[in-house]
């Protein structure tokens, strides 16, 4: 179970001392097998909040907790070591590393050849054309996103954080993505927590969170917020910045 | 051989016996064991230190091992070896040296290698240098490398530096004739105090002679490293040269591509780049459970891979 205790995130801006709030006392509890989907408009802090709970970077205020332990100081390896997993919005590209070498390391285990091939295959990447290719700047930028999904999967941690798996893949993929994170759910072999800006992603989801402007705005099931996020007619005037945020 | 002996031969031939095929060991100065095949033919070089080795013409998938090793210190050599490759030959060579300083005396072999390639051939040569032993003594390593690829004809060198060499100059020159082609994976490590030059002059005089010139390198703590690669496109040709290099602690770095078209059909291109392992990349393995350390290293050795 991971819990966030008032977490607030500021940045100094400019020259003088003034700060800018990123996170504002943001808390909530990720249950266990839980699927959690956080969207709300850009630059609201969601990936800002994504980064505390990996531990990349630390919130200026408040506790995190993970079963009931405070991780607030801990490093990115003591969080991933104690089962935190992260998907970056943008995948980061080495030379020389293979995507075998990235999927073993992972793993945390040395893995077989087609252990390596099933979880590209499960994130749509035909297994035989990718195992020995570089990460490197030969691969487009849907290719490293679905990489980077296999990463975590292959990891199979108790809580998986993706930050908006789907932006840059394309269409077709997309469908198989969309299974990808719903076989995720069906198995509930973790937590997840999945920013996203995506019906069907949302639609997935047992619980959504809307953060907006440093702020958890809204929380409920997916019937309570998603109409509200999809219907701009009948939505409160206090939320309106934040829809324009969401893609239908 | 005794066991330091053995274990430089493991590390720069990945030897761990007497090969198979032909080859000659060198040891202290010596030679401690040569054999000659149908097709190949090792003999003493007339006039200096060194052997010339003659592959005949339609050798296939042969291959030599020529390696040296020093475990004595104090040693200083010079070695000329020849290599004169028939045409229609497909064979790879295995060079290497390894030196072990145990004591303060300075060790150092420098080799000059000569290749003449024939027309229609392929050469792969790998060349491994190592160093070991907790001596002050410098290990200290010059190869030169000579090489004219004939007609039609494809030379692939393979070099690596990676760990224990205090100080080396690598010069390496190519002529390449119609249709011939070169490619170059050079990678180095320096650490400590160590400095490594490596230079490369390529002459694309053929028509339609191609070159590829790849360094990696990796310098740390207070070592020096320079790079230059010139490319001289005399005639219609394709050349590139990349020189892809981090840069950790203290350590400089110098990087000089230079390429010449004396030719309107010369295509050539350079690139390079230095700088620090990217914060990301060690952010990205820590999320996979690395700690920093592991991390760097993990980046590192897949970047000299």
């Known amino acids: 179970m991971l819990e966030l205790r008032n977490v607030s995130f500021r940045v100094a801006e400019g020259s003088k001392d003034e700060e800018k709030g990123i996170l504002e006392n943001v808390s909530f509890t990720l249950e266990d097998n839980k699927f959690v989907a956080i969207t709300g408009p850009n630059g609201g802090g969601k990936s800002t909040l994504a980064k505390i709970i990996a531990g990349i970077e630390k919130p200026t205020q408040g506790q995190i907790l993970l079963d009931g332990e405070d991780i607030t100081d801990w490093s990115i390896t003591e969080r991933a070591k104690h089962g935190i997993s992260y998907a970056f919005q943008q995948p980061v590209r080495f030379k020389g590393v293979t995507v075998f070498d990235l999927i073993n390391l ?121 109409p509200a996020l999809l219907d701009a007619a009948q939505a409160d005037t206090g939320c309106e910045m934040w829809q324009k945020g969401v893609q239908r | 051989m005794d066991n330091v002996q053995k274990e430089l031969l493991k590390q720069i031939a990945g030897l761990h016996e007497i090969p198979v095929g032909a080859y000659n060991i060198r040891t202290n100065g010596k030679t401690e064991a040569r054999n000659s095949t149908e097709h190949i033919e090792i003999v003493p070089k007339e006039g200096s230190d060194g052997i010339v080795i003659k592959i005949k013409a339609g050798t296939k998938n042969e291959s030599i091992h020529i390696p040296v090793v020093l475990s004595e210190a104090g040693l200083k050599e010079t070695v000329y070896n020849d290599f004169y490759i028939g045409d229609n030959c497909d064979v790879t060579i295995i060079a290497g040296c390894g030196i072990h300083c145990g004591t303060d005396d300075s060790s150092e072999h420098d ?61 390496t020159t190519v002529k390449l004739d119609k249709n011939a082609s070169v490619k170059v994976m050079e990678r180095l490590m320096t650490h400590g105090e160590q400095r490594a030059e490596s230079r490369f002059v390529v002459d694309l005089n053929g028509e339609n002679s191609g070159a590829n010139i790849i360094s990696r390198s990796v310098a740390k703590d207070n070592s020096y490293q320079l790079f ?31 390429i010449t078209a004396n030719n309107s059909d010369a295509a050539l291109i350079h690139e390079a780049a230095i700088g620090k392992i990217a914060g990301e990349q060690i952010i990205k393995l820590m999320t996979l459970g690395l700690t920093e350390e592991e991390a760097e290293e993990q980046i590192i050795s897949g970047f000299l891979k």
């Open chain 1, 106 to 226: 992972a793993a945390g285990k040395e893995i077989s050849l087609s252990g390596a091939c099933q979880y590209l295959s499960e994130v749509g990447l035909c297994a035989k054309d990718y195992i020995n290719r570089e990460v490197n700047a030969s691969l487009s930028g849907g290719e490293m996103k679905r990489i980077e999904i296999a990463t975590v999967m292959a990891r199979g941690t108790k809580l998986s954080v993706f930050d908006e798996p789907e932006a840059g893949i394309d269409l077709w993929s997309f469908q198989n993505l969309i299974q990808v994170f719903e076989k995720m759910h069906k198995e509930k072999k973790g937590s997840i927590l999945i920013i996203s800006h995506q019906e069907r992603i949302l639609n997935t989801a047992d619980e959504i969170l809307v953060i907006a402007d440093g702020k958890l705005v809204k929380r409920g099931s997916k019937e309570d917020v998603l």
């Open chain 2, 111 to 171: 080799g000059i290698h000569t290749f003449f390639i024939g027309k229609n051939s392929k050469v792969k040569y790998v060349e491994k240098h190592y160093g070991s032993g907790d001596g002050k003594g410098q290990r200290i390593m010059n190869p030169e490398t000579i090489v004219e690829v004939g007609e039609n004809s494809y030379m692939e060198m393979d070099t690596a530096q990676i760990k224990g060499v205090d100080s080396t100059i690598r010069k």
């Open chain 2, 228 to 258: 230059q690669s010139v490319l001289n496109g005399n005639e219609k040709c394709s050349g590139h040269t990349e020189c892809d290099a981090i840069i950790v602690g203290n350590a400089k770095i110098s990087s000089i591509p230079e």
